[in-house]
């Protein structure tokens, strides 16, 4: 699905209807109980599932657009390497992004099967809110608590959205630019924008972020914000990856160019005996 973005996702859109004819309270828990983090092969995660779970790391959780990747390459390897790319998951309702649990143990409790909510079962939401979620050394999941007093006949919606978020944004690199409208047109007359048919709603249109205009229109709704903050997580990992490989590039010609001037200092030393 989203057939208009440049990344794909899985959309489980949730209606609950209060048809009870009276005033009633809901609690409820929707969503993912395991999300393996890009990189874990299904061998790896079968052979070796306690190792790769010390791998797992959730990033963007401020922005409550969780990022679940891997902290270091799988592979067997003498060299450490990095993971680019992972998995995205976010809930969105009356149009604002959600905190989500990310902890499964907060849930399930004692049950490592992961087939019955104990601590939600037993104890109820309270509880399950009441506690401190940790995804350190274990894999993370991608609930929603739903929370509510309906009237009789109310309806209360929300949409969950679980993809993968590449290392390459819209087939190529960028650079990350902060400007505003009055300096954006200042780069333009100055010719720094080569483009002279390029507009301020184009910038709009594919920048991280935007503020509305000063009548209070335009504000970018949460549902793009968190598509834009994954690929935006998605270009950071792009950027450090060519990072490192500029280093690891670097490090190599000087190795080079110290053997070279060994060699040359070894044909000296013959030359002089």
Request: charged share 25%; net charge positive.
């Amino acid at each position: 699905v989203l057939p208009t973005e440049s990344i794909g996702a899985l959309v489980r859109k949730v209606e609950i209807t209060n048809v009870s004819g009276e005033t009633a309270k809901v609690e409820g828990i929707d969503g993912i109980s395991k999300i393996i983090p890009y990189g874990v092969q299904n061998g790896m995660y079968k052979d070796m599932s306690n190792l790769f779970k010390s791998y797992s790391e959730i990033k963007n959780m401020e922005n409550k657009a969780y990022y679940i990747t891997m902290r270091g390459a799988a592979g067997d390897s003498a060299e450490v390497g990095e993971t680019y790319g992972g998995y995205f998951c976010c809930t969105v309702q009356n149009g604002e992004l959600q905190e989500l649990i990310y902890d499964p143990d907060v849930v399930f409790g004692h049950d490592t099967s992961m087939l019955m909510p104990v601590v939600f079962k037993t104890e109820g939401m309270a509880a399950v809110k009441a506690q401190t979620q940790c995804f350190a050394n274990k894999y993370p999941c991608g609930f929603f608590p739903v929370e509510a007093t309906m009237a009789a006949g109310e309806t209360i919606s929300f949409a969950t959205y679980i993809g993968f978020a590449g290392t390459v944004v819209k087939g190529k690199y960028c650079d990350l630019v902060v400007t505003d409208r009055i300096n954006f047109r200042r780069l333009r007359m100055k010719h720094y924008i080569t483009n002279k048919n390029a507009k301020m709603v184009d910038v709009a249109k594919e920048c991280l972020y935007h503020t509305p205009y000063a009548s209070g229109n335009g504000a970018m709704d949460a549902e793009k914000l968190a598509q834009r903050w994954v690929e935006y997580y998605a270009w950071y990992e792009v950027a450090r990856w060519r990072k490192a490989a500029h280093n690891k590039e670097q490090r190599r010609k000087r190795r080079q160019l110290c053997k070279k001037r060994i060699g040359i200092r070894k044909e000296a030393r013959n030359g002089e005996k």
